[in-house]
């Protein structure tokens, strides 16, 4: 209370606070709950308060034209508008503020509608509390300070880590948009890793126009030299500061330290593979190869495959993949091994049976791909978790056994008798294992995040989810960005897990990409400010910001060090504030007073 | 009994805030002797807070939060939880029943939890009766 | 950095018993850095001081200030306004804060809120560890930079006392064993030869053992 006093005569740089309190009837049904007259009369007697008005809807045009000239000519320097909540119209409301030349934090919002006439279970506590909010909302703006805006030239390149198929593309896309992409990879050549990550859209399976394959590595890699897109390898990150906008990154390019300006950071770094741990515990077998082995022995090794798959005899070839071993990326191991599946069935005339836990065609044409397996005439077979199939070698014949629970019913006893695919003889009980002698298996294979993830989140510091992939701000509303405005995260290096997705993600970092550097220029409300003479330089913010948005260092160039706050990269949570113990941080729309002062009960 | 109780609501605005005015909006009585405090994330709040709002003679403070891993700010809920951790122990050790401060959790959609939680909490806390800061001296 | 700890609030209120008007003052160095009497933790004790003794239905007024350092009496002195009309002061500073208050104000009572704890650093947020003992005689050089002094359970200069396991302290487990980690310090380095050295039995009079010490920079005296 006292503050709110001080404040009023003449706490606020010497000018007094004169407040101004605007009532929205919301077209008179307010007065069905409470008597706004004595509300308004109950408002003009608290101090500081100059000006009462009311309108019936103040949120309507006319209704905003009114609180415009009310708000100018009124001579008030802070204003309450009791009605709804703040989240139907503050930001409006605010706006007229800002039209009418004053800050837009010089406003509160009294909720009387939704949180207090609409919400009183009794009648009776309706008006105190309408009193009570009022008066908090009163002793609040009294208090308030200003939103600062700062306004700061964006630079118009963007860092693109990893010169995968997303990073190559990525860059550009960004070309395209007339920004200035570079594009970093560690190694010496770009080339993307693997072709079996371009694989799984075959064109006609996705209905797409690119056709995935080495041709399309080769076109790709032929527009970056045409743009003349600026291309950095044998280069790491090794530092990022700053924020959105104007990044300071430190590159280790060949041995040599290199410093960039850089407006937006895109990480699209490409995942690493291991071999399933049922892979990996069987003997090494020529005829037992991953998934990503497959596609090497199809597009390199025919031979080899040849071998394998046609001999003298004519007997059929049987090909058998497991799929759902591995965590995750379930779908990517479901198209590659679709593709590979029609491609053998139709090249080999093998007979080809896939087991999985799930067959999950959620994505583009993948449903169409699924249909066009089962013509090919390709075997599907369900495992679950507790009885996987399992497989076994003996004398170089390797079988595999798959618990289908769909067999176990005696009325699909007859539908697996095929040969070489045959219902087992040897249990009687409700397990009967599809029994089947592969020529060669395939697993999937499992996909980590790449080798150095943990080196270049601490360059970015950004976080990584339990999985090891970099963490989205919000899987939902924001899943290109990090938990740093600025850096955002294209293809598989978050989770992505086939090429469409991966090329859609794409799109949508660079559209994001563009809107933040497109203007020249970020305005930024300055949410949080810090006091370096009350800053004891612990880095307790620096270590607990959720965002990255505090830095330390000279707090201006040549100045004493302190905390301070990246507005671009700041998203106003205020848990910085929370944790000050010099109290040397304020959230300005939420100050310790603001927040004291809607404690104080009327008694 | 005839005591009502005063009660301090922390609310997130990206959830339970948003959750009160929905309850509002559906006419969804709660009563009317909780007072809202906005909040912009439950990680904004600071031990002190509470203490001032006992200190101001609240007889209970209820927290609400965003649910586990779903605060927009991603750590905002998590370091609420603990500061409420510590602040439990301390006013326990004042001689304020723990029981007076409460941490939910709660999305914006979950009106109806909400008018559940503070229906009961303000039971429970009528029930505790006046916080023992308002002793007469 | 000294490392100290909030004492127990019961603690506290028991010491300020029969007191009328308590001033808490804080401490805007050491102890804000290690989070246990800053501002921050200032308001918070005066504000839980002022709820316990309100509980026991006693009057009495706690206010709260903080200064820039209270181990100098240049800074404490700039307090005698603020202190004027209090009968108990709680200082939230290292022990040498609490004494130079005591110092420069001889007729009020001063108590500690903190307990000081040891002169270390944060090994992440929220978790200090020792790193130093002041003993008076540093030997880092000859240790590869880890002082057995305060990481050695036992302070020993010769090598592990033998019940050291896989690393780790036989008094806790969760103690590396400071041996252990000059040992491997000094592999590193390509220097383990260093350890063949013997070192001398340690002159503990300029640690503890000789009585309180003194520190003088006889040109920096006016």
Known sequence: ?603 | MDFTPAIVAFCCENSAYRAADIAGAQQEGYPSNIRICRLPCSGKLEIIHILKAFEEGADGVFVFACHPDSCKFLLGNVRAGKRIDHTSTLLEKIGIEKERLRFFFLSELEWTAFVEMVRLGNESIRNLGPSPVKKEP | ?222
């Open chain 1, 1 to 603: 209370m006292d503050n709110h006093l001080d404040s009023c005569t003449g706490g606020n740089n010497g000018i007094p606070v004169k407040i101004g309190v605007f009532f929205c009837t919301c077209g008179h049904m307010m007065n069905d709950y409470f008597d706004v007259k004595a509300l308004m009369d109950y408002a003009a007697q608290v101090p500081g308060v100059a000006f009462v008005d009311e309108n019936r809807f103040l949120c309507t045009r006319s209704g905003l034209e009114w609180l415009r000239s009310k708000i100018v000519r009124s001579g008030c320097n802070r204003f309450v508008i009791a009605g709804c909540s703040p989240h139907q119209y503050e930001v409006r409301f605010m706006n007229v503020l800002e039209e009418a030349g004053l800050n837009r934090s010089f406003l509160t919002i009294a909720n009387i509608r939704e949180g207090c006439a609409w919400a009183c279970a009794d009648k009776e506590g309706c008006m105190p509390k309408a009193r009570q909010i009022l008066s908090s909302a009163i002793k609040r703006v009294a208090l308030a300070k200003p939103l600062e805006k700062v306004r700061r030239k964006v630079e118009s390149s963007a860092l693109v880590i990893g010169a995968g198929i997303s990073g190559i593309q990525m860059a550009i896309e960004l070309h395209g948009l007339g920004l200035r992409p570079i594009l970093v990879e560690k190694q010496e050549k770009v080339c993307p890793k693997d072709a079996s990550f371009m694989n799984p859209c075959t064109q006609g399976a996705q209905g797409s126009d690119e056709v995935f394959s080495s041709g399309w590595i080769t076109q790709k890699l032929k527009e970056l030299d045409d743009k003349k897109i600026e291309i950095l390898t044998s280069s790491q990150v090794t530092q990022v500061k700053g924020g959105p906008g104007a990044f300071r990154v430190t590159l280790e390019t060949a041995g040599q330290e290199k410093i960039l300006d850089i407006g937006s950071i895109v990480v699209s770094t490409e995942p690493e593979k291991r071999a399933v741990q049922k892979m990996t515990a069987l003997r090494p077998s020529h005829r037992i190869v991953s998934l990503s082995g497959l596609s090497d022995l199809v597009t390199r090794e025919r031979r080899a495959l040849e071998q394998i798959l046609v001999t003298a005899d004519k007997r059929t070839k049987y090909v058998c993949f497991i799929l759902g071993e591995a965590e995750g990326f379930a779908k990517r191991s479901t198209v590659m091994a679709l593709n590979e599946a029609i491609a053998l069935k139709k090249q080999f005339k093998a007979e080809v049976v896939i087991a999985a836990r799930d067959i999950i065609v959620s994505g583009t044409q993948i449903e169409t791909l699924y249909q066009k397996a089962r013509q090919a005439g390709i075997l599907f077979f369900r495992s679950t978790e507790d009885s996987g199939p399992t497989v076994s070698i003996e004398k170089g014949v390797i079988t595999v056994r798959i618990h289908d629970p769909a067999l176990d019913r005696p009325s699909a006893k007859a539908a697996s008798g095929n040969a070489g695919v045959c219902g087992s003889q040897e249990s009687e009980g409700a397990a009967r294992p599809v029994i089947i002698h592969a020529d060669l298996l395939v697993f999937e294979d499992e996909i980590l995040p790449g080798e150095d993830t943990e080196c270049l989140k601490n360059a970015l510091r950004v976080n990584l989810n339990k999985g090891g992939f970099y963490q989205e701000a919000n899987i939902h509303l924001k899943p290109n960005l990090s938990n740093k405005k600025g850096i955002f995260l294209a293809g598989s290096c978050h989770g992505k897990e086939e090429t469409c997705e991966a090329l859609g993600d794409v799109r949508s970092v660079a559209m994001a990409v563009y809107s933040t550097l497109s203007r020249g220029y970020l305005e930024t409300e300055q949410k949080v400010v810090i006091d370096t003479d009350k800053c004891a330089l612990c880095l307790t913010c620096f270590r607990s910001c959720p965002h990255q948005a505090i830095e330390i260092g000279e707090v201006e160039l040549g100045q004493k060090w302190g905390a301070k706050v990246i507005p671009e990269a700041c998203q106003g949570c205020g848990i910085c504030a929370g944790e000050c113990p010099a109290k040397a941080i304020e959230m300005v729309h939420y100050s310790d007073n603001q927040i004291f002062s809607e404690l104080t009960l009327e008694r």
């Open chain 3, 1 to 222: 950095m000294i490392v100290a700890e909030q004492k127990d609030i019961t603690e506290i209120v028991k010491m300020i018993e029969g007191c009328q008007n308590i001033l808490v003052i804080g401490c805007d160095t050491c102890v804000t850095v290690c989070l246990a009497g800053g501002a921050k933790e200032v308001a918070i004790l005066a504000s839980g001081l002022r709820l316990a003794l309100k509980v026991q239905g006693k009057e009495a007024e706690v206010h709260e200030t903080s200064i820039e350092r209270q181990c100098e009496k240049e800074f404490v002195d700039a307090l005698k306004s603020a202190v004027k009309g209090h009968d108990l002061l709680i200082s939230t500073g290292c022990g040498i804060g609490v004494q130079t208050i005591a110092e420069q104000f001889p007729s009020l009572p001063v108590i500690p809120a903190l307990n000081t704890k040891l002169l270390g650093l944060p090994e992440k947020q929220g978790v200090w560890v020792e790193r130093c003992q002041a003993c008076g005689q540093c030997i880092l050089d000859k240790t590869g930079g880890v002082c057995p002094i305060s990481r050695c359970s036992k302070s020993l200069l010769n090598g592990p006392c033998g019940g050291s396991q896989n690393g780790k302290c036989e008094i806790n487990k969760d103690i590396d064993c400071g041996w252990h980690l000059i040992y491997e310090r000094l592999k590193a380095l390509n220097r383990l030869e260093s350890l063949a050295e013997i070192m001398p039995v340690k002159n503990w009079s300029t640690s503890r053992d000789g009585g309180p010490r003194k520190v003088i920079r006889e040109d920096m005296c006016l």
